[in-house]
């Protein structure tokens, strides 16, 4: 755990999805978020499921010690190739754990986003927003995309068919420097592309203010860019994040409410 913060109405910039009630969201990566890829996992208190779509395919994990925990948790794994675990996040998310030792960078190897045309989908990451195409395999419909060879890599894959994005809500974050941030929306109004939200600043309480613009590509994938020399000051790690986290959960007795009144949480 990195950082944790708990918000008391919904983010201006749909960080925590359609929903205007109290959320929180926590930072989970192998290391700062400065050079390593990082999950912002969101709770909207009262939300019960999500419904997924095939928007979101999987993270990738290059780690023998994740695929040993899992094994001495008991944890679900099933062998799709020699070495490639599968296994479900709590929610059905999908994860694959490769049996190999950590990645010098970071264990997180890619991320796989469903797409319904692979040309169209490689042509807005590579041409519109700068990725370099690592590999492209146009018998498996695939392509692996990054900004850098340390970092981690988006793959796209081709789902055969349109995109569903369910009722669960997710989006790819990238820091750039805050005077790349006109750049991108102009371009990006100049190229008839989709910007969800235009250049804006966002608050967090005690904390540096970030500038962000928020685009969506052919397939409706959220893409947000921040500007990098606030973001830095913002994602600083937390060294009080994992108490910050436990508190939260103990505090949130929602799951025994709706069960003493016999409700359930809502579905998304």
Known sequence: VLRHEEFEEGCKATCNGPYDGKWSKTMVGYGPEDNHFVAELTYNYGIGEYR????????????????????KMGWPLKEIT????????????????????????????????????????????????????YEKDEEKQRALLGYADNQCKLELQAVGGAVDHGTAFGRIAFSCAKDELPNIEALMKKEN?????????????????????????????????????????????????????????????????????????VSA
């Not at 997924?52 to 094994?71: E, M, P, R, W, Y």
């Not at 235009?198 to 904390?207: A, I, N, R």
């Not at 973001?231 to 103990?250: H, I, T, Y």
């Open 82 to 133: 020699s070495g490639v675990f599968e296994t479900e996040a709590p929610g059905g998310y999908k994860f694959y754990l490769e049996d190999k030792e950590k990645l010098k960078h970071d264990p997180v190897w890619k991320v796989t986003l469903g797409v319904s045309d692979l040309q169209k989908s490689v042509s807005y990451w590579s041409g519109l927003l700068g990725m370099k195409i």
């Open 193 to 265: 592309q989709k910007i969800l939200t235009p250049l804006v600043s966002l608050d967090t309480p005690g904390k540096a203010t970030v500038q962000v613009v928020i685009l969506a590509d052919p397939d409706g994938h959220e893409i947000c860019f921040v500007g990098d020399e606030a973001f830095r000051e913002l994602s600083k790690v937390d060294p009080n994040g994992d108490k910050l986290l436990d508190d939260a959960m103990a505090a949130d007795n929602s799951d025994k409410w709706f069960a003493e009144h016999n409700r359930k949480k």
């Open 52 to 71: 997924l779509g095939n928007d979101f395919l999987g993270i990738t994990l290059v780690s023998s010690q994740a695929v040993s925990n899992a094994k």
